[in-house]
């Protein structure tokens, strides 16, 4: 019997940046129930106390595959007022992984 080895899911990470009054949160790999729950919460930090409060952006381009769960997350993000990007700009900023650690 031959083994056979199950591809590994891509790693999910969020890659946070500013440009002026928008905020763009890109979503890198896998968007599931844990994975909508780092990005619901930096959407809602992104309005902190700031006024006015910033536009934020949510890039899907690099995510991979999605849950039910990852995509209600979703909704969330845009009932907080976050737009959904799939379009051709990319912004780079610094990644916060999955459990909460900068990288």
Not at 19 to 34: A, N, Q
Not at 41 to 59: F, H, K, L, N
């Amino acid at each position: 019997m031959t083994a056979v080895s199950q591809p590994s899911q891509p790693e999910f990470g969020v890659r946070i940046a500013s440009f002026g009054d928008t905020l763009v949160i890109g979503v890198r790999g896998v968007l599931d129930g844990e994975a909508a729950r780092v990005v619901v919460d930096a959407a809602r930090a992104a309005g902190g106390t700031a006024v006015p409060q910033p536009s934020v952006e949510i890039d899907l381009r690099d995510m991979q595959a999605w849950t039910s769960a990852g995509l209600r997350g979703l909704s969330d993000c845009m009932a907080l007022g976050a737009r959904l990007r799939m379009g051709p700009q990319i912004r780079a900023g610094h990644e916060v992984h999955a459990r909460g650690e900068r990288g």
